[in-house]
């Protein structure tokens, strides 16, 4: 149901940002539609998957997804944006759908990742649409490194607890 849902609640936030994009006028290129409609379909798989009881396959692919996809707007913006958060959603997936030990090494490898792309910028390695700043690397990266390793700490305490209540 975990897979259902995160591809459900994605595919309409992705709706509701290029819905908010065209009331506003900011909307900048008919190529985000495109890429919209090309993850929404990788979201539809995932959910065929889950229905037909392939739940691990489908939260790993939706996981793997999830990564590319943050990793791809870090890449191209840095990690100083607030979609930098979203990285959140691939811990969470792996820490629900997989198991703690997955939901660690997500989260490890996002840690490494926002100190990669900050360390590459200030070294001028790595050219993003935002400028880098040095508080990207003295700030941003930890900052998100810990809430990324906070988040899954109080998740994977809450796991076990949850699931013995669910299942008493």
């Known amino acids: 149901m975990v897979v259902i849902v995160t591809s459900l609640a994605i595919s309409g936030a992705m709706i509701l940002l290029v819905v908010y994009w065209l009331v506003t006028k900011s909307f900048e290129t008919v190529k985000t539609i495109f890429a919209m409609l090309a993850i929404m379909l990788g979201l539809a798989g995932c959910i065929g998957l889950a229905l037909n009881y392939q739940v691990r396959l489908a939260a790993w692919i939706l996981i793997v997804l999830m990564l590319l996809l943050n990793v791809a707007n870090m890449l191209g913006y840095g990690i100083a944006t607030s979609a930098s958060a979203a990285y959140l959603i691939p811990i969470l997936l792996a820490m629900f759908c997989i198991g703690v030990t ?22 001028e390695k790595l050219k993003t649409f935002l400028p880098y700043e040095v508080s990207h690397l003295t700030f941003d990266a930890p900052v998100l490194s810990l809430v990324y390793l906070l988040v899954t700490f109080i998740t994977g305490s809450w796991i076990t607890p949850l699931k013995e209540f669910l299942f008493q």
């Open 102 to 123: 997955a939901g660690y090494v997500i989260a490890f490898l996002g840690c490494v990742i926002v100190f990669a792309i900050a360390f590459l910028q200030s070294k």
